[in-house]
Nanobody
Framework: QVQLVESGGGSVQAGGSLRLSCAAS????????LGWFRQAPGKEREGVAV????????LYADSVKGRFTISQDKAKNTVYLQMNSLKPEDTAMYYC???????????????????WGQGTQVTVSS
């Protein structure tokens, strides 16, 4: 079973930065996807960024492109989300996710993923 534990959330003023971390275990040896999704109260879960474990190919939501960066440290089995120029609209619970099945590419679709972390809250104040 894949297990994911997020950390790094908190409160920050607009324009500030946060770095989220996700410790992962139980992932396939190669060719899988890791990602970050977020969900605000009363809203659907929204894809933020995904990264392919082989080659580091990434995909971002238009709303965060240029501001957020997803990365991974395979030696530490950790995926990160560096969030810069944060906006109040970024306020949400952020969830780390992983796709257990070996694939050839990653998509920013929540239904592709079955394993989720407990979430870490990000609050951006005006």
């Amino acid at each position: 079973q894949v297990q994911l534990v997020e950390s790094g959330g908190g409160s920050v003023q607009a324009g500030g930065s946060l770095r989220l971390s996700c410790a992962a275990s139980g992932l396939p040896q190669t060719g899988s996807c890791l990602g970050w999704f977020r969900q605000a109260p009363g809203k659907e879960r929204e894809g933020v960024a995904v990264i392919y474990t082989e080659g580091d190919k990434t995909l971002y939501a238009d709303s965060v492109k240029g501001r957020f960066t997803i990365s991974q440290d395979k030696a530490k089995n950790t995926v990160y989300l560096q969030m810069n120029s944060l906006k109040p609209e970024d306020t949400a619970m952020y969830y780390c996710t992983a796709r257990k099945r070996v694939v050839t590419e990653c998509r920013l679709r929540p239904n592709d993923f079955r394993s989720w972390g407990q979430g870490t809250q990000v609050t951006v104040s005006s």
